[in-house]
């Protein structure tokens, strides 16, 4: 049973990570009504810059600070010169272009700062967390800051002006720019805060699964398996889908014989998979009601 | 998290292709079919390779087109039914001794069968969801291939060689000019049965349920039969040419069918132009020669290069080839009224 409440305490801290980034992927579906592929890549960049600034002496929350600006910017312009063009095409059309932007931020990041792997640094430090052994204090304060967020996101959304325009323009388009919300900003703003969003994660992530071009592939993966099962029209649906995810992956790798660390994929996809089966939307997502 | 009442009328992912759009003409088809016919005679052996490989990947962009265009349903996993086609085929090949022209059928059969029963669990899934799901297939098909206790028919990590067969009737002409020919007549003959299938009965109920599902239902359309008939048709199609793949790389190993190669079909698909079936072979084609080209500007910044072509592709024709194809005509058209 000890084995069982350990593996549960891992999953968790695994999962927040996946809370993390499902979580921003939820809030670009919010925004635009698509998934974006190169979210990982664009929070990897992020998690990079700051890495450079703290290699040229600044302190971390200085970096931290600046990269998440350097997101936002980055997030809002990318919206505005690439993808607003796009936003008559086809939705597949769409999909192509982020698969684009994955590659050439990917590649980019790559000739940067080249492919070897990097320390990150953690402001949490990494003693074990209240003497348990399987949590350390920085695994701790990444579920802590993903909560902050996820309350921080509920009362944006839920209790100011902007976070209601938001809201209506993802809504309802029409009727909310007949009542004076500027939809094309709204939209770009989402980017900016998926963007953002999605660094926070990439810098918490960053000092478990080391710094490079292609940490967030796999993660960003859990996070959209997260964000699916828990329903995208819900940031609480995700952060509960990431967490979920997290532990069915570890309770998997142990209980289930013959499952190396190559199958936890899969068997977690399975799994969401037969959620979906079972509930279509998502744990937490309504179902969307179709005017015939 | 809105308290509104959640009314979609959102427009349809996929747009509506009229079943005319989906072909050539006749006269463009045989030019077509000539070029594809001389191309061979004209060109180094490692071309002909080349172009073989266009026609194996055009059938499966042509097969995901099938499922996409057609009947509207979204897939990843289509390197799955790839994968599977692939190691039927070598498997018979090299463990049974079995005909290399005869493993195609068995495939494609097989991969039919595996696909109309995973529409089944489809059906409750659409969009992005949809997308997950087989995605999930794609993701664990290579490591199901790795499976220890599967490993004396599949040969493991390692994979399975295949012998490269012959030119039968002894045929004065190269191996790989041969499997260049053997792929074309099955690939006109797959691409000839998917434009009947599509122009028939069952096209037409694809198409009602691409457009709108429930209208499709209220006009008597049996929409499940024909969602896992979709799925089906397009993995036995996927399945024939993951066994052709098979046959002319000569080799099989699992980590060839990452879910990668589901996204590459999928970029084919998208620049061919969703639903056109005559665009997958020019899908197929950037598919294959535009890592390259981009690989030849940069060694370093390849991908970049790739991501940006790709982008330059879908600003100047977000639909694909198909609008270049219609641009075309049209401008014959004004050309010939002079």
């Known amino acids: 049973m000890d084995l069982f409440f350990n593996q549960i305490l891992a999953g968790i801290s695994t999962g927040a990570i996946y809370a993390c980034m499902a979580l921003a992927v939820v809030m670009i579906y919010q925004a635009i009504d698509h998934l974006n592929f190169a979210q990982g890549e664009m929070a990897t960049f992020s998690t990079f810059v700051s890495w450079q600034l703290m290699q040229w002496g600044m302190s971390y929350w200085a970096a931290f600070v600046i990269s998440l600006v350097f997101a936002f910017v980055g997030g809002l312009a990318l919206e505005r010169v690439l993808f607003r063009p796009l936003a008559k095409a086809p939705i597949l059309t769409n999909v192509a272009g982020f698969i684009a932007l994955f590659a050439i931020i990917n590649s980019s990041t790559g000739l940067i700062w080249d492919f070897t792997i990097k320390q990150y640094p953690t402001p949490f430090g990494s003693a074990p967390f209240l003497g348990s052994q399987l949590i350390s204090t920085h695994q701790a304060g990444m579920i802590g800051v993903t909560l902050a967020l996820l309350l921080a996101l509920y009362f944006f959304f839920q209790y100011t002006r902007i976070g209601l325009a938001m809201r209506a323009s993802a809504a309802l388009p029409e009727s909310a720019r007949l009542v004076g919300i500027n939809t094309g900003w709204m939209v770009s703003l989402g980017w900016g805060m998926a963007s953002a969003i999605g660094a926070v994660g990439g810098m918490l992530i960053a000092p478990v699964v080391f710094l490079e071009p292609n940490m967030m592939v796999g993660v960003l993966l859990y996070g959209f398996a997260a964000a699916v099962l828990g329903g995208l029209s819900s940031p609480l649906g995700a952060v509960v889908g990431g967490f979920l995810v997290g532990i069915m992956e570890n309770l998997a790798g142990t209980y289930i014989p013959g499952i190396g660390n190559e199958l936890k994929l899969p068997i977690a996809l399975f799994v969401i998979v037969a959620v979906l089966v079972v509930k279509p939307a998502g744990l937490f997502g309504r179902p969307i009601v179709k005017r015939v | ?338």
């Open chain 2, 1 to 338: 998290m809105s308290a509104v009442e959640e009314v979609a009328t959102e427009a349809p992912a996929i747009e509506a292709v009229p079943k005319r759009a989906m072909t050539l003409g006749t006269g463009t088809s045989l030019v077509m079919l000539g070029l594809f016919i001389v191309a061979p005679l004209v060109v180094k052996n490692f071309v002909t390779f080349q172009l073989t490989m266009l026609l194996i990947y055009g059938l499966a962009v042509l097969a995901l087109n099938i499922l996409t265009g057609g009947s509207g349903q979204f897939s990843l996993g289509q390197s799955a039914f790839y994968a599977v086609g692939a190691y039927v085929s070598a498997i018979l090949m090299e463990t049974y001794g079995v005909n290399y022209a005869l493993t195609l059928p068995i495939s494609g059969i097989l991969c039919f069968v595996i696909g109309f029963l995973f529409g089944f669990p489809a059906l409750r899934l659409s969009g992005i969801y949809l997308a997950l799901a087989t995605f999930a297939l794609a993701a664990a098909m290579p490591q199901l291939l790795k499976l220890g206790f599967l490993e004396p028919w599949t040969g493991g990590v390692q994979g399975l060689v295949i012998d490269k067969p012959d030119a039968p009737f002894g045929l004065p002409i190269s191996q790989d000019m041969w499997l260049y020919y053997f792929t074309l007549v099955i690939a006109i003959a797959i691409y000839v049965a998917s434009v009947n299938l599509l122009r028939s009965r069952s096209g037409r109920a694809f198409m009602a349920i691409r457009d709108n599902e429930i209208a499709a239902s209220a006009m008597g359309v049996n929409v499940a039969l024909y969602k896992t008939l979709a799925f089906g048709v397009s993995a036995g199609i996927t399945g024939i040419a993951g066994s052709l793949g098979a046959i002319v790389v000569q080799f099989v190993a699992p980590d060839s069918f990452s879910y990668n190669f589901a996204i590459q079909l999928f970029l084919g698909m998208v620049v061919g132009g969703v639903g056109w079936l005559p665009g997958s072979i020019v899908g197929a084609a950037f598919i294959i020669f535009v890592p390259n080209i981009s690989e030849s500007i940069s060694k370093g910044l390849s991908g970049a290069v790739f991501g940006v072509l790709l982008f330059v592709v879908i600003y100047l024709v977000p639909h694909g080839a198909r609008q270049v194809a219609i641009v075309c005509q049209q401008a014959l058209a004004k050309w010939r009224k002079r």
